[in-house]
């Protein structure tokens, strides 16, 4: 599986203010998530983010809140615009496997608590 | 109805024991079905891919029954390390058998394993 790094690891913000999460793959990868789990709740997909055009969002998720790039086949970032405390959360990365089962491996996640 | 429904949990059992976690889904066009394990404040990581003749990783046996849309998972001899939060995942495959990547995830069930 591809080894997936995040930075940062956490952080806590303002209110108002924003963050940008970046994600790091050790080798290149089509397809690349972005996904939100809240304080004692599961995971919920936001976005994939598609190399060389724009992310594709999940209802409920807006580019001008979580505005995505993704310049190349192993790198990505999610932005968090306009920071509530609503948007404390863990963020997480994660990319396919290679094995053609649609297995995802997760990234570390970023821990954000926003004052 | 949820898309991915988990008994809620927690169990608590000791070493040695057989714990049996159930999971059901609403969308009969899914198409892959995983487990995964969390750890406290630490990122999902896949335990298994559920196949459709069922599946067996040393303690760990999935089960798939897709007339009932139904996955269980089945740890025999649990150990202390077994402690953690298990999600029951399922994902859509588009008509080129490609993964449409939306991960859906159940709420999890936590396990305690006491000594």
């Known amino acids: 599986s591809a080894v997936i790094s995040q930075k940062p690891s956490r952080d806590i913000c303002q209110r108002g203010t924003s963050l940008t999460i970046q994600c790091q793959v050790d080798s290149q990868v089509t397809m690349m998530f972005w996904y939100r789990q809240q304080p004692g709740q599961s995971l919920t997909l936001i976005a994939t983010?598609?190399?060389?055009?724009?992310?594709?969002?999940e209802s409920g998720f807006v580019i001008d809140k979580f505005p995505i790039s993704r310049p190349n086949l192993t790198f990505s970032t999610l932005t968090v615009s306009n920071m509530s405390p609503e948007d404390s959360s863990i963020y997480l990365c994660?990319?396919?496997?290679?094995?053609?089962?649609?297995?995802?491996?997760f990234g570390p996640g970023t821990r954000l608590t926003v004052l | 109805r949820k898309e991915v429904e988990q008994d809620p949990g927690p169990f608590n059992v000791p070493e040695g024991a057989t714990v049996a976690f159930n999971c059901t889904y609403s969308n009969s066009a899914s198409q892959s079905f995983f487990w995964y394990r969390q750890d406290c404040r630490k990122e999902p990581k896949l335990l298994m891919s559920v196949y459709s003749s069922g599946n067996e990783d040393g303690r760990f046996t999935a089960q798939l029954n897709r007339a009932s849309q139904y996955i269980s998972l089945l740890i025999r001899d649990s150990k202390l390390s077994d402690s953690a939060t298990y999600l029951c995942v399922v994902n859509l495959i588009n008509a080129g058998g490609t993964s449409y990547g939306k991960l859906t995830f159940g709420q999890g069930t936590i396990l305690t394993v006491h000594p």
């Open positions: 983010a598609n190399q060389g055009s724009e992310a594709t969002y």
């Open positions: 994660t990319t396919t496997g290679d094995r053609g089962y649609n297995e995802q491996f």
